[in-house]
């Protein structure tokens, strides 16, 4: 990654088409299942770690809090937001808004020239199944997810090193647990309705600040909220004890849950299509 010796390894995700969602949910928001095209894509083998978060954070180069700067990087954090659960040595960045983890992908862009972002709910779901129809990436049998996730029962309550426990199929480390991972899309509870059975690379793009998608759940979540179709989304209270006025669009005092990993489209956008999309989706 730029500035730096750290490496973000990319796994490459096939097009293909998949099931989002699943009629037999008990939850409203989670059907009914579509047919969904994705077209290929890269993605991170993990989440975004703090050593890799800060090279960005620490880019002297770049300007703290600015909303009309080219490039900009998140304001001071005004406590320790990683509650000391670990930061250095491979711990995943949390605590991050949205916009911050759009931020770095930006940030990511303008330093290599290739194009990031964060994923759609769709590329999400889609990459998290490798290729399964279950409950889980591995099965049905939550009593295995101790194996590939860190989740409620064995976290402690704390999030662990990335990579640490069994990927799925598509190599992909950490997608059920671990910390809940940030979308690009905006949280529609109705989505799934509004998909059209065999649509290409369906998105929902914000309109608003809140709510916004979040996936995969975290290391403070049951088993039940590590479903590979489980969608959640981001509420103002995940940001409610933070003392600032007004409140950081950085950082989340009470979501300490949230961090997030980045994908590259193979088709990459031209120079401004992509700052077009930057603009749309940090101007929220």
């Given at each position: 990654?730029?500035?730096?010796?750290?490496?973000?390894?990319?796994?490459?995700?096939?097009?293909?088409?998949?099931?989002?969602?699943?009629?037999?949910s008990?939850?409203?928001?989670?059907?009914?299942?579509?047919?969904?095209?994705?077209?290929?894509f890269?993605?991170?083998?993990?989440?975004?770690?703090h050593?890799?978060?800060?090279?960005?954070?620490?880019?002297?180069?770049?300007?703290?809090?600015?909303?009309?700067?080219?490039?900009?990087?998140?304001?001071?954090?005004?406590?320790?937001?990683?509650?000391?659960?670990?930061?250095?040595?491979?711990?995943?960045?949390?605590?991050?808004?949205?916009?911050?983890?759009?931020?770095?992908?930006?940030?990511?862009?303008?330093?290599?020239?290739?194009?990031?972002?964060?994923?759609?709910?769709?590329?999400?779901?889609?990459?998290?199944r490798?290729?399964?129809?279950?409950?889980?990436?591995?099965?049905?049998?939550?009593?295995?997810?101790?194996?590939?996730?860190?989740?409620?029962?064995?976290?402690?309550?704390?999030?662990?090193?990335?990579?640490?426990?069994?990927?799925?199929?598509?190599?992909?480390y950490?997608?059920?647990?671990?910390?809940?991972?940030?979308?690009?899309?905006?949280?529609?509870?109705?989505?799934?309705?509004?998909?059209?059975?065999?649509?290409?690379?369906?998105?929902?793009?914000?309109?608003?600040?809140?709510?916004?998608?979040?996936?995969?759940?975290?290391y403070?979540?049951?088993?039940?909220?590590?479903?590979?179709?489980?969608?959640?989304?981001?509420?103002?209270?995940?940001?409610?004890?933070?003392?600032?006025?007004?409140?950081?669009?950085?950082?989340?005092?009470?979501?300490?849950?949230a961090?997030?990993?980045?994908?590259?489209?193979?088709?990459?956008?031209?120079?401004?299509?992509?700052?077009?999309?930057?603009?749309l989706?940090?101007?929220?």
């Amino acid at each position: 990654m730029p500035l730096s010796e750290l490496k973000i390894k990319m796994v490459s995700i096939p097009e293909g088409t998949f099931v989002m969602g699943s009629n037999s949910s008990t939850k409203p928001n989670e059907k009914p299942a579509k047919t969904v095209k994705v077209s290929a894509f890269w993605m991170g083998a993990c989440e975004i770690t703090h050593d890799q978060f800060d090279v960005f954070f620490k880019d002297e180069n770049t300007s703290q809090g600015s909303k009309v700067d080219a490039v900009t990087r998140p304001t001071a954090q005004y406590i320790d937001l990683s509650w000391d659960m670990g930061k250095g040595g491979g711990f995943p960045v949390n605590s991050m808004s949205v916009d911050a983890a759009m931020m770095f992908c930006r940030w990511m862009y303008q330093n290599t020239g290739v194009f990031y972002r964060l994923p759609t709910e769709a590329e999400w779901e889609y990459a998290c199944r490798a290729g399964s129809k279950t409950n889980y990436f591995f099965g049905n049998d939550a009593a295995q997810l101790g194996q590939y996730a860190w989740y409620k029962t064995n976290s402690k309550e704390k999030y662990q090193r990335v990579g640490t426990k069994k990927p799925n199929a598509w190599g992909l480390y950490d997608m059920l647990g671990n910390v809940a991972e940030w979308t690009m899309d905006q949280y529609a509870p109705d989505y799934l309705k509004q998909i059209t059975d065999g649509q290409l690379d369906p998105t929902n793009p914000p309109a608003a600040r809140y709510p916004r998608s979040i996936r995969g759940g975290s290391y403070l979540d049951l088993a039940a909220d590590l479903r590979v179709y489980t969608r959640k989304f981001s509420e103002p209270f995940w940001n409610q004890r933070d003392p600032q006025i007004p409140k950081s669009r950085w950082w989340l005092t009470d979501g300490m849950f949230a961090g997030f990993r980045i994908v590259r489209p193979v088709k990459q956008p031209t120079a401004e299509e992509a700052e077009k999309f930057y603009k749309l989706y940090l101007g929220k």
